[in-house]
């Protein structure tokens, strides 16, 4: 942790966004708390907690623009209770080589300014939690290739995937033996996850899935 993050700290300490404990941003007692996400209209597309309760928008608000980055342990943690038995059984009877985590990827503009891909940070926190030797993640394989505007700006489902198409690319081909895992923080419409797998898809990947902390 740098010296300016550890004074800013020092200045303004966490508070759990539910009840105002010091020392995280969003407690073990409050995240249990959080209602369940509704299942998605995708099979293959699942999340773990509302977006629509208060506490996980302010959660989620902080560790995009607010370099709550610890929030990406606590977000990692809840995704790994949700897929640790999943990702076992793809690896035990669908004889996958390998389970690649494929974060969503967030344009160049937006990551000079924000400094990090939260998603990201949530992929790697999972993956060292399973800490598997067939479970990979691959943050360059999957690239935004340009800016577009942010999705929670666009209102319609059609107005989402519109915006979205044309916007992904992968730099390698993909490897049909395994199973690629899309990782976001949290997916509305489905717009982006639809076209980052259609992406992978076209090249090469046989099965797809995505998870994301809130919906």
Known sequence: MSFIQSLFDLIFPERCVGCGCRETSLCDVCLQKIPKARKHDASWIHSLFSYKDSRMKKAMWLIKYKNRKRLAKTFGQALHDLMLEEL???????????????????????????????????????????????ITIENNLLKKTNETKRQSHS???????????????????????????????VTTTGATLIEARKILKENGARKVKAYTVAH
């Open 88 to 134: 076992s059984e793809y690896i035990q009877f669908e004889r996958a080589p390998t389970v690649v985590f494929i974060p969503i990827p967030i344009s160049r503009k937006r990551l000079q300014k924000r400094g990090y891909n939260q998603a990201e940070l949530i992929a790697s926190s999972v993956c060292t939690l399973l800490n598997n030797p067939h």
């Open 155 to 185: 209102k319609s489902r059609r107005e989402r995937l519109k915006n979205i198409i044309g916007s992904f690319a992968v730099t390698e081909r993909c490897d049909p033996r395994s199973i690629y895992i899309l990782i976001d923080d």
